[in-house]
T-cell receptor, first 112, second 109 residues
């Protein structure tokens, strides 16, 4: 059964720690995306990758980093430089331009 | 990528009533996609519109693409509690896919 897996579902960290969120897809999609969602803010684009070994900053990339070493994987690191890291993080992928986005179930990160 | 503007941001609807949410762009769209996110869930693709003036229906949901391909609408008839959630539109012909705030729908019984 193909899909996108985000883990863990809930994540708790202390302020000042870096944390990496996992996103894995077995849909053979080239493009992958990371979004952040806060209450009433909609989906804000953090980073995206059109192809392996390539990625671009989205609208709110500061304080985040990504890698795309494998087609199936697009991990997101929330660094200690991110001022307000507590949020709901969604990963998505799609095969071609204009094809639908497929989303993972998301990771809720709480930093205290 | 340029995002489309979506209005209203919030829609509080009496159960059984109809409502419409709109997406507007200052530039011509090659196509537009609609997604729905239930509370606590993730966005799920609903439909894609490609042709000028196109109208597509999914049960009580009617999607329309404007003649000039600069706007789109989602109309829901006889709103039910299952319609609760946030509806997003997305211009999908870019690689940089930026969503707007969406329209968050609540329903009062």
């Amino acid at each position: 059964d193909g899909g996108i897996t985000q883990s863990p579902k809930y994540l708790f960290r202390k302020e000042g720690q870096n944390v990496t969120l996992s996103c894995e897809q077995n849909l053979n999609h080239d493009a992958m995306y990371w979004y952040r969602q806060d209450p009433g803010q909609g989906l804000r684009l953090i980073y995206y990758s059109q192809i392996v070994n390539d990625f671009q900053k989205g609208d709110i990339a500061e304080g985040y980093s990504v890698s795309r070493e494998k087609k199936e994987s697009f991990p997101l690191t929330v660094t200690s430089a991110q001022k307000n890291p507590t949020a709901f993080y969604l990963c998505a992928s799609r095969g071609t331009v204009n094809s639908p986005l497929h989303f993972g179930n998301g990771t809720r990160l709480t930093v205290t | 990528g340029q995002q489309v503007m979506q209005i209203p941001q919030y829609q509080h609807v009496q159960e059984g009533e109809d409502f419409t949410t709109y997406c507007n762009s200052s530039t011509t769209l090659s196509n537009i996609q609609w997604y729905k996110q239930r509370p606590g869930g993730h966005p799920v693709f609903l439909i894609q519109l490609v042709k000028s003036g196109e109208v597509k229906k999914q049960k009580r949901l009617t999607f329309q693409f404007g003649e000039a391909k600069k706007n789109s609408s989602l109309h829901i008839t006889a709103t039910q509690t299952t319609d609760v959630g946030t509806y997003f539109c997305l211009r999908s012909n870019d690689y940089k896919l930026s969503f707007g705030a969406g329209t968050t729908v609540t329903v009062r019984a």
